[in-house]
């Protein structure tokens, strides 16, 4: 398990330095996604320079077992949002409208059309 | 040794150990809730442990710099949280593979939509322009929504705030609601949520299923992305349309 963190930490801490060195507008934790995805997929022909559990299934174990609480994660910042609400100030009834409506509009919209594509790329009815 | 319950509380206080305590004792209480409630969507355990926090933080009068000093230490493993997304991902290749066309047409769709509605609703209340930055980009992950409506003129905490409601919103009604429209199916879903609420919500995808999960983070990551590089254009061009 410490291995799979070192793991998940030297990718995290390579995407923080490829963000701040190329400007990309995309979090480090992102690109060091994007890295633990190559790490795997080439990890038969790297094996030589990876620590055995990225091999052996603790990577696969530990990764579910941090993110089966991902919730909890989000805690101290939601706490931050409770002592904040007075920020949303006199326009909260409008953000409160536009946050609910947008979203829905945007989960609907993106499930539709997901589907819709799925199912002329499958051929017929998904 | 104290024997002064009042000095003994102020030097716990002032520690990192009480608060990292409470808060992973909410989080149990909460997720226990969610799970005696069958997760049901009103029971999310994000607002359930925050709102009690913050209760006993405004009881007890202690401001949010202490608390997040013991929190830091949970806020910290999002990070490797987030890089741990790859491994569900990378388990459900072959479906994200099939999955290309889909996701790039509803990744531009509902980006697109969320954005423009939040804007164009803000605009009919007639709210300032700094307010409609910071709403533009609520649904992606905080470090770059915060980034970009401060880049186009808004508030970055008011973002922040924004964010965080976005995301336990869309976790708490995206799946019923798509359920409840014939739009359930796992990947359609997923993508659906981590587009529209981001690791919150793809923390709740990923209690519904692994594939769901896995369509959800790589809709975040893209999306993401995509609202760095869209919101401000699309902002300033509706701005020179009001």
């Not at chain 1, 919730?71 to 536009?98: E, M, N, T, W, Y």
Request: with cysteine; aromatic share 6%; net charge positive.
């Amino acid at each position: 398990m410490v291995q799979v963190f070192a793991v998940l930490l030297a990718c995290q801490l390579a995407g923080e330095v490829v963000a701040r060195m190329s400007g990309v507008p995309v979090p480090g934790p992102v690109i060091g996604l994007m890295l633990l995805f190559a790490v795997m997929a080439w990890r038969q022909r790297i094996s030589a320079v990876l620590p055995a559990a990225s091999g052996d299934g603790t990577l696969e174990a530990t990764a579910h077992g941090l993110l089966r609480h991902l919730s909890l994660l989000f805690v101290p910042a939601g706490v931050g949002v409770i002592q904040r609400l007075d920020v949303l100030g006199r326009d909260g009834v409008a953000l409160v409208v536009a946050l609910v409506v947008s979203s829905v509009l945007g989960l609907v919209v993106s499930a539709l059309v997901f589907r819709a594509l799925a199912r002329r790329s499958a051929g017929g009815p998904a | 040794m104290t024997r002064d319950p009042f000095a003994l509380w102020v030097y716990l206080a002032e520690r990192p150990l009480l608060w990292l305590t409470v808060t992973l004792v909410a989080y149990g209480l909460a997720d226990r809730l969610s799970q005696a409630a069958r997760r049901h969507p009103l029971a999310n355990p994000v607002l359930i442990a925050a709102a009690m926090i913050g209760a006993v933080l405004l009881g007890l009068g202690v401001p949010y710099d202490r608390y997040f000093d013991g929190a830091q230490f949970v806020h910290f493993l999002l990070g490797p949280a987030t890089v741990a997304l790859a491994v569900p991902l990378y388990e459900n290749r072959h479906a994200v593979r099939r999955a290309l066309v889909p996701m790039a047409a509803a990744l531009v769709a509902g980006s697109v939509v969320t954005l423009v509605s939040a804007v164009l609703i803000l605009m009919a209340f007639g709210v300032s322009p700094a307010v409609m930055a910071s709403m533009a980009p609520k649904s992606v992950t905080a470090a770059i929504a915060m980034a970009v409506s401060e880049g186009m003129g808004g508030d970055p905490a008011l973002t922040a705030v924004l964010v965080i409601l976005t995301g336990i919103f869309g976790a708490m009604v995206g799946l019923p609601l798509l359920g409840a429209l014939g739009l359930g199916e796992a990947r359609a879903a997923g993508f659906a949520v981590g587009i529209a609420a981001h690791g919150i919500g793809t923390a709740r995808a990923l209690q519904f299923s692994p594939e769901a999960g896995a369509f959800a983070a790589i809709a975040m990551a893209l999306n993401a992305v995509l609202t760095a590089l869209l919101a401000p254009p699309l902002f300033r061009w509706l701005m020179g349309q009001g």
